[in-house]
């Protein structure tokens, strides 16, 4: 008989690297009889796995962990054993073991570099009772160690490239929680997508905390760019559509502009990060690029991709920013028209260089300035999906909406599409019409047939067999 699965809980905060961590701790307790579990309710395990990029982030997990202390003792209570708790992720490795301290019921701490080590980890804590951490930074390629990802489960997967940041903007933790700038070998990185897409995946997500930054070593033994190890996962026979993200404006090479110009199954979506329109606030971000140079890339995308989408980050009232500053970032967002964005209150890192500067802003006064940024990012937003509508667009289904038979899909540019009496689509690539939209989301409707109706882009699907999966049915 074999023994009954021991039940694990992973909560994942903060962006998809941790998303993409938080499967692969799961890939790597599965040999030791851990299965993954939707609530912390009698788990055997719960991972809070952990974001320090901003203060709020951080308090959701100390107010978490409170939470995940009444689970643990409910259990033992009722004679159901141990549960162990697991802090892992940028705060795990910014805090250390002073997180065991204020809340001495965690009984393991690990950073982003020592996930490989889990099953040792676990194995520790249950022989001693806890109080096992593990911050370093090892030279072995964690990724190495780490067992080939499980099957799949739906239709877009992401897939980690590279990892850490050599950057140290003023405001951001991220180069000591993730330590040094790293790229996966590409062989390894073509290999996992060969997995993935046999388990079913058409669309991958490169991830890195500067993807574009990509310089990992090639099968030819030479350093690959990120556009390069892009166009070989484009020869891989059932991937459909690539995206990668985060990227920095420094590393926006020439190769990598010009692939968005012929490379069909890169998807015409760019998340590439400004933080602020002023090039005095740049500077002291130590951004390394001007306001200017930014708009200029901006420009040499729109070029080879004139419907690509754009989104950038932005941060508000960063230590010093002037009005004149603040206005500067609104007349970037105008020229440049974004599709989508995310925007944020300067948060004070500790450790950080910024987060000593004297002349931090008012928090009022950042809120003012954000609730400014995000009502015209939304109209932006709004606007973009409004272009959409009578529109023919291809959608990748890969969730159920609310009513019975309705899909949730995404299209080239990253919107989100609901579609009605559409089940038998479930996992498949479609041409969708757009009818509606709305500030988040557009609604479409299948095309009826022999209609004909102008296409926003032409995919060429001449490398692909899937001619009768993009028509379903
Ligand atoms: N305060 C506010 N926002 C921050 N970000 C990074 N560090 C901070 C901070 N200290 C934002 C940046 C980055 C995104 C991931 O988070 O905009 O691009
Ligand atoms: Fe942080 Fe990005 Fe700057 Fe690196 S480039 S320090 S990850 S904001």
Redesign the pocket.
């Known amino acids: 008989m074999t023994a009954p699965k021991k039940k694990l809980y992973i909560k994942t905060y903060g962006?998809q690297m941790n998303v993409y961590d938080s499967t692969r701790m799961a890939d790597v307790l599965a040999p030791i009889g851990f299965e993954a579990v939707d609530s912390p309710n009698g788990a055997d395990m719960v991972i809070l796995n952990t974001c320090h990029?901003?203060e709020k982030a951080e308090e959701k997990v100390y107010s978490d962990l409170g939470r995940m202390r009444n689970h643990k003792r409910d259990k033992e209570k009722a004679g159901d054993g141990k549960m162990l708790i697991a802090v892992g992720g940028c705060v795990g490795q910014a805090e250390g073991a002073e997180i065991m301290r204020q809340a001495p019921y965690v009984d393991i701490v690990l950073g982003p570099q020592s996930y490989h080590k889990l099953p040792d980890m676990v194995q520790m804590a249950y022989r001693d009772g806890g109080g096992v951490v593990d911050l370093s930074f090892p030279e072995l390629d964690k990724f190495d160690n780490l067992p080939a990802p499980s099957a799949a489960t739906g239709r877009s997967a992401f897939l980690a490239v590279q990892e850490g940041c050599d950057k140290f903007c003023t405001?951001?933790v991220v180069p000591y929680t993730r330590g040094a700038e790293y790229s996966r070998r590409a062989d390894d990185v073509l290999s996992e997508a060969k997995a993935l897409v046999a388990a079913g995946v058409m669309e991958l997500t490169l991830l890195g905390q500067n993807v574009n930054a990509y310089h990992g070593v090639g099968p030819d033994g030479k350093d690959w760019s990120l556009a390069r190890l892009i166009s070989a996962l484009a020869k891989i026979h059932g991937l459909e559509r690539i995206r990668y993200t985060t990227s920095h404006p420094r590393d926006m090479s020439d190769d990598l502009i010009a692939l968005h110009g012929y490379e069909k199954k890169l998807m015409p979506y760019l998340n590439l990060?400004v933080?602020a329109g002023s090039s005095n606030i740049l500077k002291r971000m130590n951004r390394k690029h001007t306001a200017e140079e930014y708009l200029s890339i901006i420009e040499r995308v729109r070029a080879v991709r004139p419907d690509i989408a754009l989104s950038s980050?932005?941060?508000v009232g960063f230590p010093g920013e002037t009005d004149a500053d603040f206005n500067a970032t609104m007349a970037l967002v105008e020229t440049v028209g974004f599709a989508q964005a995310?925007s944020?209150?300067?948060?004070q890192?500790p450790g950080t260089p910024a987060a000593d500067h004297a002349a931090q802003v008012d928090e009022d006064v950042k809120q003012t300035r954000l609730e400014l940024l995000q009502g015209l990012l939304n109209r932006q937003q709004a606007a973009f999906n409004r272009r959409t509508v009578g529109k023919r667009v291809q959608v990748l289904f890969d969730k159920p909406g609310r009513f019975e038979g309705q899909l949730i899909g995404k299209t080239e540019y990253l919107q989100s599409v609901h579609v009605k009496n559409a089940a038998h689509l479930m996992g498949q690539l479609v041409d969708i019409d757009i009818t509606d939209a709305n500030n988040a989301s557009l609604t479409g409707v299948l095309p009826e047939q022999g209609s004909d109706v102008p296409q926003t882009y032409i995919p060429d699907h001449k490398t692909t067999p899937s001619e009768e999966r993009l028509h379903g049915v």
């Open positions: 962006c990029i901003r405001f951001c990060p933080q980050d932005f941060i995310f944020f209150k300067y948060s890192r």
